[in-house]
């Protein structure tokens, strides 16, 4: 299935296998409930390895507060610090996550963050902004990925169309976008520039009616999806976490997961909510038995997610994974060049 899921703990157990071998996910997104030593985390990833379909693995390692591996390995700079420190300290940055990610057996990391940062703007408060500056945003942001690309880890442009400007945290609630496409295209301008350079962007849970739809979040907004789907190099894209309190107003998370199918996204991510998965594939597969429209996007779906996960996985099998003492170097080189 199209899905990219969380785990409920640091390892699974035989009632977990099953659940995973029955939706078989395209990927699985680990959070610090899933980590507590690398020894504990590679033994997890070799068990998802085990799988099939084999998934990919993935997580949000930014820097600074959106940093999941903080118990192995510390603290790391946020991409605003580094961002002002240089082009130096964000490729360092990059290379410490990717030499983290490589380490673990991670494929993707869910990184950058391309949204300019703006005045009162929740991102750029919370220090997840590279800068307010279009274009140094995509020389930071295509920097940050060939640190990740020296460890053979790819990166995820985020949050599409551009969260920026938005005061409201979307984990909390739902915000409008309220600028007109002409007054959007500095914040699309990143995306359309780092579209060949990256294989997959997600989109933010934000109702955007410059892009054509006042009613419909992005991320459940077909105008907005297939926006982000012609993109140059046409990336996948992937619907922010499902779960997220911005679409409570949606409906359950069955439903939110069918209305992001009818929305064209290539991936949608179920972050938390493990125990709801036969729910999600329950309704999926009633749907689609009186939906052949439905049956077949979500075939569609499986496809592309099942090249991207191939590409990943051949991507980092090139390079060879460093040991504990590499990552642990690199981490302290990345606080030290950020100052």
Same mark, same amino acid.
């Given at each position: 299935?199209?899905?990219?899921?969380?785990?409920?703990?640091?390892? %699974?157990?035989?009632?977990?296998?099953?659940?995973?071998?029955?939706?078989?996910?395209?990927?699985?997104?680990?959070?610090?409930?899933?980590?507590?030593?690398?020894?504990?985390?590679?033994?997890?990833?070799?068990?998802?390895?085990?799988?099939?379909?084999?998934?990919?693995?993935?997580?949000?390692?930014?820097?600074?507060?959106?940093?999941?591996?903080?118990?192995?390995?510390?603290?790391?700079?946020?991409?605003? @610090?580094?961002?002002?420190?240089?082009?130096?300290?964000?490729?360092?940055?990059?290379?410490?996550?990717?030499?983290?990610?490589?380490?673990?057996?991670?494929?993707?990391?869910?990184?950058?963050?391309?949204?300019?940062?703006?005045?009162?703007?929740?991102?750029?408060?919370?220090?997840?902004?590279?800068?307010?500056?279009?274009?140094?945003?995509?020389?930071?942001?295509?920097?940050?990925?060939?640190?990740?690309?020296?460890?053979?880890?790819?990166?995820? @442009?985020?949050?599409?169309?551009?969260?920026?400007?938005?005061?409201?945290?979307?984990?909390?609630?739902?915000?409008?976008?309220?600028?007109?496409?002409?007054?959007?295209?500095?914040?699309?301008?990143?995306?359309?520039?780092?579209?060949?350079?990256?294989?997959?962007?997600?989109?933010?849970?934000?109702?955007?009616?410059?892009?054509?739809?006042?009613?419909?979040?992005?991320?459940?907004?077909?105008?907005?999806?297939?926006?982000?789907?012609?993109?140059?190099?046409?990336?996948?894209?992937?619907?922010?976490? %499902?779960?997220?309190?911005?679409?409570?107003?949606?409906?359950?998370?069955?439903?939110?997961?069918?209305?992001?199918?009818?929305?064209?996204?290539?991936?949608?991510?179920?972050?938390?909510?493990?125990?709801?998965?036969?729910?999600?594939?329950?309704?999926?597969?009633?749907?689609?038995?009186?939906?052949?429209?439905?049956?077949?996007?979500?075939?569609?779906?499986?496809?592309?997610?099942?090249?991207?996960?191939?590409? %990943?996985?051949?991507?980092?099998?090139?390079?060879?994974?460093?040991?504990?003492?590499?990552?642990?170097?690199?981490?302290?080189?990345?606080?030290?060049?950020?100052?």
């Amino acid at each position: 299935m199209p899905l990219v899921v969380g785990l409920p703990g640091t390892t %699974l157990g035989t009632e977990e296998k099953v659940i995973l071998e029955r939706v078989q996910p395209a990927g699985v997104i680990l959070f610090s409930r899933n980590i507590s030593t690398p020894e504990q985390v590679r033994e997890l990833v070799g068990t998802i390895r085990e799988l099939e379909p084999r998934p990919f693995v993935t997580v949000d390692l930014e820097g600074g507060m959106v940093n999941r591996l903080s118990v192995l390995w510390g603290e790391l700079p946020s991409p605003a @610090t580094a961002g002002a420190a240089g082009r130096r300290a964000v490729r360092s940055l990059g290379e410490a996550a990717g030499a983290a990610c490589r380490n673990l057996g991670i494929h993707l990391n869910l990184a950058p963050v391309v949204d300019l940062d703006c005045p009162d703007g929740c991102l750029g408060v919370q220090g997840r902004c590279f800068s307010e500056d279009p274009e140094r945003v995509a020389i930071l942001a295509r920097v940050f990925n060939k640190g990740l690309a020296e460890w053979g880890v790819s990166g995820c @442009t985020k949050h599409f169309p551009g969260l920026g400007p938005v005061p409201a945290d979307t984990h909390e609630e739902l915000p409008v976008l309220e600028l007109e496409e002409a007054a959007l295209e500095n914040h699309l301008a990143v995306f359309e520039e780092l579209g060949p350079e990256f294989p997959a962007v997600m989109v933010a849970h934000a109702i955007v009616p410059g892009l054509g739809d006042a009613k419909q979040p992005a991320s459940l907004s077909r105008a907005v999806i297939e926006r982000a789907s012609k993109l140059p190099g046409s990336p996948v894209v992937l619907a922010d976490d %499902l779960e997220m309190g911005a679409l409570d107003g949606v409906g359950d998370l069955p439903e939110r997961v069918v209305a992001a199918v009818h929305a064209r996204n290539h991936g949608l991510l179920v972050c938390n909510a493990f125990d709801r998965l036969d729910d999600i594939m329950a309704l999926l597969n009633d749907l689609s038995s009186t939906d052949s429209t439905l049956g077949t996007r979500l075939t569609e779906m499986s496809a592309r997610m099942g090249t991207l996960r191939r590409d %990943l996985l051949q991507r980092a099998a090139a390079v060879p994974a460093p040991d504990d003492a590499t990552v642990a170097q690199l981490w302290q080189q990345a606080r030290r060049e950020a100052g």
